[in-house]
C-alpha cells in the first residue's frame, strides 16, 4: 500500500493532505504535536495514524523513526511550519523568536528528513517534499521586512537543493513547493484559494515528480519559482 508521512498534520494544508491522501487510499503516518487533541484529524477516515511528533524535538523525532522502523514510506511531506512575529521592522527584531522560526521551518525538515530517509528509500516512490514559501525566493522579493519568515524559507530551500544531492545516489528525489497563499490560520482570512485547492495542486505536482526533477523549487500549480 501506498504510505506518506506528514508533519503538523492536526490543521491547516498537513490536515488536507491527510484528508486526500486517506481518501484516495493511501496509508497516512498523521504526526502532530498533540494527536489526542486533534479531533479534525481523529475525524478523517481511512487506513490514518495519528503519531506523536513535534519535529523540534530531537527525542520524539528519534523515537517516531524507531518506531517505524522497517516500514517503507513512499512521500515525506515536512509540512510543519510557523511564521513566527510579524511586522518586524529591523529595529524590532526579536532574534529569540527567529531562532525558534529557524528551529522549525530551515532546521527540523532536514532533521526529519534524515531520520526517514531510510523509510523513504524502501517505498516505491522514494520522495521528500518540503512546504517552503514564495517568500523565500530572494529573486521574487520585491517588499520589505518579514525578515524572520523569508529567510527561514530562503534557508530550507538551500538545504532541500543540498539534500538533493545527498540523496540523489539513493535514488530519493527532494523538492520544495509552494503551496500558493492558502486560507488557513496561518495564511489568514484573504487568502487567495482554500486548502483543498493548494492541497489538490500540490498532490498532482508530487505525483509528476521525477528523480530528475530532484532539487526544484515549484508552485503548487506545478510552474517553477525562482530562488
Ligand atoms: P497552519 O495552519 O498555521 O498550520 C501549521 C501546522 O504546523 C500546524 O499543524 C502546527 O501544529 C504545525 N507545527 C508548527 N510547529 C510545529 C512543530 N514544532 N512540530 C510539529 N508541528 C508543528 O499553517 P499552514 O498554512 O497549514 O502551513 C503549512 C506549511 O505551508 C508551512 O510550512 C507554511 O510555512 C507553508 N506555507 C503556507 C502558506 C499559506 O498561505 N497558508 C503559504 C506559503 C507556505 P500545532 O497545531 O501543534 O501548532
Not at 503516518?29 to 519535529?55: K, N, W
Not at 529595529?91 to 528551529?103: I, K
Not at 512546504?131 to 521574487?140: H, P, Q, R, V
Not at 525578515?147 to 527561514?152: A, E, G, L, M, Q
Amino acid at each position: 500500500m501506498t504510505s506518506v508521512l506528514i508533519t503538523g498534520a492536526n490543521r491547516g494544508l498537513g490536515l488536507e493532505f491527510t484528508r486526500q491522501y486517506a481518501a484516495d487510499g493511501w496509508r497516512v503516518f498523521a504526526a502532530c504535536r498533540d494527536p489526542a487533541g486533534a479531533r479534525d484529524l481523529a475525524a478523517v477516515e481511512g487506513d490514518v495514524s495519528a503519531e506523536t511528533l513535534d519535529v523540534d524535538d530531537g527525542p520524539q523525532v528519534a523515537a517516531l523513526a524507531n518506531k517505524l522502523s522497517g516500514q517503507p514510506i513512499d512521500v515525506l511531506i515536512n509540512n510543519a511550519g510557523i511564521y513566527g512575529p510579524k511586522d518586524v521592522t529591523r529595529d524590532t527584531v526579536d532574534y529569540d523568536a527567529w531562532g525558534q522560526v529557524f528551529r522549525t521551518n530551515t532546521m527540523s525538515p532536514l532533521a526529519v528528513s534524515a531520520a526517514f530517509a531510510a523509510n523513504v528509500a524502501q517505498g516505491g516512490q522514494k520522495k521528500i517534499i518540503t512546504l517552503s514559501s514564495i517568500m523565500g525566493s530572494i529573486a521574487e522579493n520585491d517588499s520589505s521586512g518579514d525578515f524572520i519568515y523569508r529567510s527561514s524559507k530562503a534557508a530550507v530551500n538551500a538545504v532541500m537543493k543540498s539534500l538533493a544531492g545527498d540523496l540523489k545516489s539513493e535514488g530519493i528525489t527532494v523538492a520544495v513547493l509552494h503551496p500558493g497563499w492558502v486560507r488557513t490560520d496561518m495564511g489568514g482570512p484573504d487568502a487567495a484559494i482554500e486548502a483543498p485547492e493548494s492541497v489538490t495542486g500540490m498532490r498532482a505536482v508530487i505525483a509528476g515528480l521525477k528523480e530528475s526533477d530532484s532539487g526544484r523549487f515549484l508552485n503548487y500549480d506545478g510552474t517553477e519559482i525562482p530562488w
